[in-house]
């Protein structure tokens, strides 16, 4: 499809979402997209250009870990917040809307808000895409089939577009492929900016992936150029930016500065945030980070300093702090659990209740069913619509104690399951889903990430298994232990040929992001931009063109 004398190419609608393609793809649509893409894909690319310019350095050994924030020393505070902002207690997180059942079930939900996720909850195929972006729209326009009659009535949808890393390979502006970010803004914003504006319901952003101010800077002109195009009041547009890298936690204070107009706040992710440490120094012994699941948790002096600046940072300057997901779940269908729903709970509320104690205004869980258990936790611990008054001591909170690694080893359970994590990931993602459930938790990119990245850094390193003696992490043991579970799992579960095909290829390339000489930098964009997905589903959808 092309679009006026712009030259916008869109590949053919998948089968069966032929009216959803036709409703989105307006030629109004395309022609913002095309706007929104000539204005801003040069400041994207020199973004790209500039993170590897910053990678650079930190292997050269020419960047230091230090605080460098010059509005610091300024008087200022984020725009204030409106009304239904100021309450963030609670979002159902990783909520893609692609999955129409799962996100309409959670229009019902007594939460503040929804993670409306195209980014590590979600598997960016087309056909998920244009079901995704379909399906927000309706719902902003009252027309999503079983959604509640009053638009107004949902929990706020907040909207988390692909991060910067990512390419929608389905559509070419002049030439090039676009920026995924800017694609699903452009769709989401042209389609519902204006109707939830005028309901007082958004538009509301996650921001994910963010390493620099100059990043938030984009985003913001992005926003302010997008209200003009809109007719939308100056700062009507309001995002939380994820704090999810370490080169951010340097650069906090400046990231919110750089999009005070139109800022909601800050918000804490533990596993890319993990993943970024060994992304950035993971080749240096001193970051060699241990068995995730015995040795690494908000505790650790390392991520409690991390929480209690972000909080500070924010609270100083009027914007909300919000903390990571709760990924446990209770039990589906026919599963069974060494522990009771009311143990499990618990075991949530108390984790939760750390980060409470610390001054968070909110945070994000997934299972629907601890929707009431932990509204009622809020409930116990706060009188307020949030913390703003909490202000943590963070004279202690030096630059080099973000990055004093917590210490301990890594042992056989904590390795197998980082390979169980990674293995299946990136099998669902060839299935065309972004989370799956394992062992009483939902899975998705972030935690992929944290376990695909101590694979590669184990083995890098030869890490020593605290539980086998003389025993180190090697390639060969994880391959062994890889074939193990494919093993267990075609006499359990993957039992026709497609899904052993699929399990096998996922093997395969999971051995490639963990034997790669060079640590690649995200997993999802090395899946999303593989030949093995794109053709695959390509495929499935029955498109026209082949990539």
Known sequence: MTCSNREILI??????????????????????????????????????????????LIEEGSWVPEFCNPSESLEWTVEPLPARLRNRKLDLGDVSPANTVHFTDCLYANVQ?????????????????????????????????????????????????????????????????????LFDFALLMYHNGRTMANLGIGPFFYLSKIEDPS?????????????????????????????ENILAAFRMEDILYAIKE????????????????????GWRKEFLLPDRNKYVNMGQPFLRNYMRLLINVCHRRGALATGGMAA?????????????????????????????????????????????????????????????????????????SLLQIPKGGVTIDGLNNNIRVALLFIYHWLTGSGVFF???????????????????????????????????????????????????????????????????????????VISSRHYIEYITTHLNDSHKFRTLHNKNDGLMAKL
């Open 113 to 181: 808000g929804i993670q409306v996720d195209f980014d590590d909850g979600h598997c960016p195929t087309w056909r998920n895409t244009i079901q995704g972006i379909s399906n927000v729209t309706r719902a902003v326009q009252g027309t999503l089939q079983g959604a509640p009659a009053d638009v107004q009535a949902y929990p706020l949808l907040m909207l988390r577009p692909r991060a910067f890393n990512m390419i929608e390979h389905h559509c070419i502006v002049n030439g090039k492929e676009v920026i995924g970010p």
């Open 11 to 56: 590949e053919a609608a998948p089968q069966r979402l032929e009216a959803a393609y036709r409703e989105i793809f307006t030629d109004g649509a395309l022609q913002f997209l095309a706007r929104l893409v000539a204005e801003f894909d040069s400041e994207a690319e020199q973004l790209l250009q500039n993170r590897v310019k910053r990678r650079l």
């Open 215 to 243: 990043e938030t800077t984009l985003w913001n002109k992005i926003f302010t150029w997008t209200e003009n195009q809109l007719s939308l009041p100056n700062g009507t547009i309001k995002a939380c930016v994820l704090i």
């Open 262 to 281: 139109h800022a909601i706040g800050l918000n804490c992710g533990i596993w890319d945030y993990c993943a970024s440490i060994i992304a950035k120094f």
């Open 438 to 512: 394992l062992n009483g938790s939902v899975e998705d990119s972030a935690t992929a990430e944290i376990s695909r990245s101590q694979l590669w850094q184990w083995i890098r390193m030869g890490a020593v298994l605290e539980d086998r003696e003389n025993a180190i992490v090697t390639r060969q043991l994880v391959y062994q232990m890889m074939d193990k579970i494919i093993s267990s799992a075609y006499r359990a579960w993957c039992i026709t040929p497609a899904d052993r095909k699929r399990l096998l290829s996922a093997k395969y390339m999971l051995l490639d």
């Open 328 to 400: 446990k779940i209770l039990p589906r269908g026919k599963e069974k659990s060494n522990l009771s729903d009311d143990e499990i709970i618990e075991s949530v509320k108390l984790t939760k209740s750390v980060e409470i104690d610390a001054g968070v205004d909110g945070f994000m869980i997934y299972d629907l069913r601890m929707v009431d258990a932990i509204n009622e936790l809020w409930e116990g611990k706060t009188h307020g619509d949030n913390q703003l008054n909490i202000l943590p001591n963070i004279n202690h909170v030096t630059a080099d």
